[in-house]
């Protein structure tokens, strides 16, 4: 191989190249992107927009000149791939360029979605997944006049958007069509607290209520209608509605795609030669054993690098991964690891005076889910428990982390429901 097409420079790309050149890769490596900046982060995006990290802070790999040397990159920015052909190994770019390659990454992400709404506004609300997204709205807010903002989508990314305009002293309301807040994560005693916990802080919150319609008033503001019949006015808008895998320049039929491009455990698609990473693929969730894509930043890294090290001829790995969220907004941590889609019976546990709660959905003695509310300090064991049961692997604790749930008051009977017992 002496050819490989990398299309993106996102995490997955970044640790794809990675992966290339230390499985000892020494061929031509071109990169193919829809811009000119450096790798970026989608997490810091609210950051940016609320002034908390400077601008270069925005790119946690380096500047394109530097990425370039180090690697030895040919790059094609401001030049997105427009169509794919796995079968003849060629891709065309927008300029027209047509590109022969040996071997091919797809690490191309996702893209914020919305849902078909009614009304002239809707373009102008803000999306949150780029810098550019983050650039926009942070030049929205310094020209001043928003006293009121609406969140669409109760997500992970939606709270972030929360505690940017709540920080900034805008009255600020999230609306999601779920009924719960964090509806692909919180279990619902879990989500009642959190919802309890943003109303102290001022937020108003519509569950019940999809973004039907958005208008454009003669204000500059905007009127939003939700499925509930419901309506309100904001000066500004931003969706957090759901992504989907960003794959317009794939041939139909010519690889596996379900929602994402369906990858086996080393993070081949289904034509020889083709490997995708990232939230742009769907790979193994151990828990169910069926593929998902998975959208995390740890994840898209493990499976970047996972494809690279196979393009460079080597044998790597990557088995699979769980679903899991943590977040900090305000001065609360909500941590989920595991499926919550998974059934089971519902069992929770205080600690620590009331600061920590812990949320379980439990199957045949096995804990499927875990929600944790102030509980960042034991997270590390819960999740490396959940992944080793997930992986089929002995069920106890060591005796050091029993220790440190109990430091950490975590009740017992949450300590033997992990496999503590008898200590
Ligand atoms: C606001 C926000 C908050 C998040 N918070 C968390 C969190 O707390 N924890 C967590 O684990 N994860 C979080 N994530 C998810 C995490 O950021 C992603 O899982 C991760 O960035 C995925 O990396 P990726 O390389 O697959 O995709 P991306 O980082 O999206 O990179 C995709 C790349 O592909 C390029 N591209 C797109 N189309 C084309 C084309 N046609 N041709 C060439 N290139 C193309 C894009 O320009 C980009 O460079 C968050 C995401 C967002 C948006």
Redesign the pocket.
């Known amino acids: 191989m002496n050819k490989i097409a990398v299309?993106?420079?996102?995490?997955?790309?970044v640790h794809g190249i990675q992966g290339m050149r230390e499985g000892g890769y020494t061929g031509e490596i071109h990169v193919?992107?829809?811009?000119d900046t450096p790798?970026?982060?989608?997490?810091l995006?609210?950051y940016y927009a609320s002034g908390r990290i400077s601008p270069e802070g925005r790119y946690p790999f380096g500047t394109v000149a530097e990425l370039q040397e180090k690697y030895g990159l040919t790059l094609h920015l401001n030049d997105?791939?427009?169509r794919f052909d796995a079968e003849a190994k060629t891709l065309t770019t927008r300029s027209g360029g047509v590109f022969a390659w040996d071997g091919a990454l797809i690490?191309?992400?996702?893209n914020p979605w919305a849902p078909p709404m009614e009304g002239d506004g809707g373009d102008e609300c803000f999306p949150?997944?780029t810098m550019a997204d983050a650039q926009r709205l942070k030049d929205r807010l310094a020209q001043g006049g928003v006293k009121t903002a609406l969140v669409v989508g109760a997500s992970?990314?939606g709270i972030?958007a929360v505690e940017l305009f709540v920080n900034a002293g805008i009255s600020c309301t999230l609306a999601d069509i779920a009924p719960h807040i964090f509806p692909l994560a919180a279990l619902d005693g879990t989500a009642a607290r959190v919802e309890t916990y943003l109303r102290e802080k001022g937020v108003e919150l519509r569950f019940n209520a999809g973004a039907a319609a958005i208008g454009k008033r003669p204000d500059g503001g905007y009127t939003a209608a939700f499925t509930d019949g419901s309506a309100m006015d904001a000066d500004l808008i931003v969706l957090c509605v759901g992504t989907r895998t960003?794959l317009?320049?794939l041939i139909p039929g010519q690889i596996n795609v379900n929602r994402g491009i369906v990858v086996d455990d080393h993070m081949r698609a289904s034509v020889p030669g083709v490997y995708a990473?990232?939230?742009?693929c769907e790979g193994n969730n151990l828990q169910s054993g069926q593929t998902q894509v998975i959208?995390?930043?740890?994840?898209?890294g493990t499976q970047?690098r996972t494809a690279g090290a196979n393009l460079a001829g080597e044998n790597a790995v990557c088995d699979g991964g769980m679903v899991q969220?943590?977040?900090h907004f305000f001065d609360m941590d909500f941590i989920s690891v595991g499926d919550k889609r998974l059934s089971g019976e519902s069992v929770s546990f205080t600690g620590q005076g009331g600061r920590l709660y812990i949320e379980a959905v439990v199957e045949a003695g096995q804990i499927r889910c875990v929600n944790l509310l102030g509980g960042h300090r034991i997270s590390g064991v819960i999740r490396s428990r959940l992944w080793k049961t997930a992986r089929g692997g002995a069920r106890g604790l060591s005796p050091e982390e029993i220790g440190l749930l109990r430091r950490e008051d975590v009740p017992e009977g949450f300590i033997t429901l992990l496999g503590g017992s008898g200590l």
């Open positions: 299309i993106g420079f996102g995490c997955a790309a193919f992107a829809p811009v790798p970026e982060n989608p997490m995006t609210t997105p791939v427009t690490a191309s992400g996702a949150m997944r992970m990314i972030k960003n317009p320049f990473a990232g939230d742009c959208g995390l930043w740890e994840r898209a970047g969220n943590i977040t």
